[in-house]
Structures are given as C-alpha cells and as structure tokens.
C-alpha cells in the first residue's frame, strides 16, 4: 500500500474515535453497528446496476452454502449487498458516480481494516460489467490491463487548477490468476486495454446520439487508433478505478467486462434481452470462478 496516498489524517481520527465517518451515500457511518458484520472483508465487486448486484449476492450466497447476505439500507444511490467476505456494490453509470463509490468503499474498508495497511491490501476489488467491443464478438469478456480516457492518456481530475493525473494499468498477476481460474470454462476471454469514456456518444464516437459530432471517416480513424494502442473495448468506469487503487497502493484489482456489440460493425445494442442477459452472465461466471479460489 502506499500510506502516504492515503487520506490518513482524516481517516486515523475515525480509528480514534474522535469522530465517525459518514458514508454519506450508502446511508451509514463507521458507528453503525451493520458494519461490525463485515469486518472480515475480503473482496469488494463493484457493478454498474443495482439489479445486478442483488443476482451477484444471491449467486455468492448459493455458492457458499446459503450464506446470509446482509443489506444496507440506503439504495436511493448505491445498491450494497455484503455476504461472506464479499462486498457487493452498484457504482451508477459513469466515472463521476463510480469514483464517489469507490472513495466511500475504501473509508470504509479502512475503518473496518483498522488502518491496518496489510490487511487492506490483502482485498480483492474487481468491477464486472458491460462494454462495447473491438472486433470480438459480443459476449466476449475482456480483462482489462490498462485503462484510458478517449484521449488515450490516462485518468486525471482537476484539484484546483491542478491536473492530476493517475496509473491507469491493473495487475497483470490478477489478470492472469483470473484467466487461470476460467482455463477449462467456454467463454471467450481476451486481455487488452480499455479506453473509460466520461459519455456514451460522443466521446465514444457514436453517430447515433440525439448529438453528433464526428462523421463515419473520423469514427473509425478513433476506432482503428485506439485498436492499434491494444484496446478491446470501451466502458465508462475502468481509468478512475485503476487509478484510484494504484493510487492507494493496492496489489490486487480487475476489471472484467463483457462486450454487448461490436463497435466496428456498429453503435446500437440490439442484442435481445435473453442475449444480454447470457453476456452478463459470461462476466458474472468469470468473476466466481475466481472468487471461489480467492476468497
Ligand atoms: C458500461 O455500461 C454503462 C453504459 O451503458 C456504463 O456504466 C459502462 O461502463
Ligand atoms: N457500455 C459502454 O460504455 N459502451 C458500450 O458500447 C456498451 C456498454
């Protein structure tokens, strides 16, 4: 971990009883006595949809043996599901959203962790989802080892006038382990990069938003560059949380998305409920497949 990344000014004073950390959008704070449940956490499973999240929790729980899911009580923002060892969490669409999730999920992992740095680093956090594809079939899952803004550079934020830029790339030991734990299964996995757009359309050079700004040529000059830096698909979350957990110093993150359309073949998902729900499902079974080895 890298201590000196972390907030610890803030956060040791809430270790020190001096004041409690309000979650403010999972409707908790660090005195709630739910959390004392979840202090053996292990893994942290982010998703764009609270739906998806709720089948998560009820998938884990079948796989260890009905084991009891726990529930916050706020879901006005975020979905949370927690069953043995496994934070389950809905992240909304888009890095804006995803990054206060990921900000309030890592106060409370240090709370639960008491500041302990090993501890902290010994979670898995992963984010299973969906994206559109380079040139592979939908249903494909892409682990992700770098990912990028539109741009091709990496995440970065505004802190004042500063621009603060951080590491896009996941482990590549994590990825490995995790395409290990699925060698015998029959899902199509590839590696590659992922480009994190901060939009659907425009920044993902759709030309089928009710805005459109760039023509057929520029399109697939866009989609033909960012293939030849080794991107396989484009989702909207994956810079902001490599870069927030490389920032943090964590060992071990994936980002396992499955794709719902081949962008170079075109820019509307039409693929029929029962199809996206099989693609979601590739994804969801990559993840347990590693998580039963993992946790
Ligand atoms: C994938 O799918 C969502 C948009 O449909 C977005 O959250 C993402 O990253
Ligand atoms: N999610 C995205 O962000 N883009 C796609 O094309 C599909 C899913």
């Known amino acids: 971990m890298k201590a000196e990344n972390i907030n610890r000014e803030f956060l040791d004073g809430v270790l020190r009883g001096e004041y409690p950390d309000v979650y403010y959008h999972f409707g908790v704070d660090s005195s709630d006595p739910v959390l004392e449940k979840f202090r053996d956490l292990k893994a942290v499973v982010l998703a764009g949809s609270g739906e998806r999240i709720k089948e998560f929790a009820r998938t884990w729980s079948g796989i260890r043996g009905g084991s009891p899911v726990i529930a916050l009580p706020k879901e006005e923002r975020f979905v949370t599901r927690y069953c043995d060892r496994v934070l389950f969490a809905s992240h909304g669409m888009g890095m804006p959203s995803a990054s206060i999730c990921v900000q309030e999920l890592m106060r409370m992992a240090y709370y639960l962790k008491g500041g302990d740095l090993e501890e902290l680093d010994r979670i898995f956090w992963a984010r299973v989802g969906t994206s559109g594809g380079l040139g592979v079939e939908p249903g494909t899952v892409i682990l992700t080892t770098e990912s990028l803004q539109a741009d091709g550079r990496p995440y970065r934020l505004l802190a004042g006038e500063r621009e603060h830029y951080f590491d896009g790339t996941f482990p590549g030991k994590t990825a490995a382990a995790i395409a290990e734990a699925n060698r015998s299964g029959d899902i199509e996995i590839v590696t590659g990069k992922t480009v994190a757009a901060n939009e659907f359309f425009i920044e993902q050079m759709r030309r089928d938003g009710a805005i459109c700004l760039s023509g057929e040529a520029e399109k697939f000059a866009w989609l033909d560059w960012i293939y030849k830096k080794g991107v396989r698909n484009i989702e909207m979350e994956g810079a902001m ?35 996206l729900g099989g693609y979601n499902r590739n994804a969801g079974k990559v993840l347990f497949n590693y998580l039963e080895k993992f946790v």
């Open 241 to 275: 949380l490599s870069g927030f957990l490389n920032h943090w110093g964590f060992s071990e993150f994936a980002m396992i998305c499955c794709t719902i359309v081949d962008r170079t073949r075109g820019d509307q998902v039409t693929s029929t409920p029962e199809q």
